[in-house]
């Protein structure tokens, strides 16, 4: 998935209006302002109430649902192979979200202040804060790729990380 693959998919879902932040991989380069890395995918949250929306616009780009763990999460393929990985959210009146989990007890909290903007290719873009993506890279075995997005959020933002 190319920078300029993630902004074409970004300004259809803005021409479509909905609220889509970028996560993982490219929501860390985001937030640093370059690409550090290829990325295979493209993570996205999405507001859960605007999903069909969400699903019908990539559908028209030619996205078909190839993975499907709802309500945790599923994944939309173009036909050259480039995915998206989305996660439903549903926010809260004070603008924290949840994400539900495969253990329904311990849903994934996302704070108010987790959705912030950075650029990818100078453009602004909606993506998760550092400490939300350092939160979520916790209580696994990190990849060499984990491992490297982790690196990056310490060099820019000097924040600690587990790994």
């Keep these: 998935m190319s920078a300029d693959d993630v902004l074409s998919v970004l300004d259809l879902l803005r021409r479509a209006r909905v609220e889509v932040w970028v996560g993982g991989g490219w929501g ?4 640093v302002g370059e690409q550090t890395r290829d990325h295979r995918d493209l993570d996205l949250m999405h507001r859960l109430d605007q999903e069909p929306t969400v699903t ?28 998206i990985d989305l996660h439903p959210l549903v926010f ?15 849903p ?16 602004p873009v909606p993506c998760l804060s550092a400490a939300q993506q350092v939160h979520f890279h916790q209580g696994y075995e ?21 790994f």
Excluded: W
């Design 92 to 106: 809260a009146e004070n603008g924290s979200a949840t994400q539900a989990s495969f253990d329904p007890q311990h």
């Design 28 to 31: 860390i380069d985001a937030l």
């Design 142 to 162: 990190p990849t060499p790729r984990d491992r490297h997005d982790m690196l990056q959020l310490r060099r820019v933002f000097d924040v600690p990380t587990h």
């Design 108 to 123: 994934f909290p996302y704070p108010a202040d987790a959705f912030v903007t950075g650029t990818i290719k100078s453009t």
């Design 56 to 83: 019908a616009a990539l559908s028209e780009a030619g996205y078909v649902e190839t993975l499907d763990c709802r309500p945790v999460r599923f994944v939309l393929t173009a036909p050259d192979g480039r995915e």
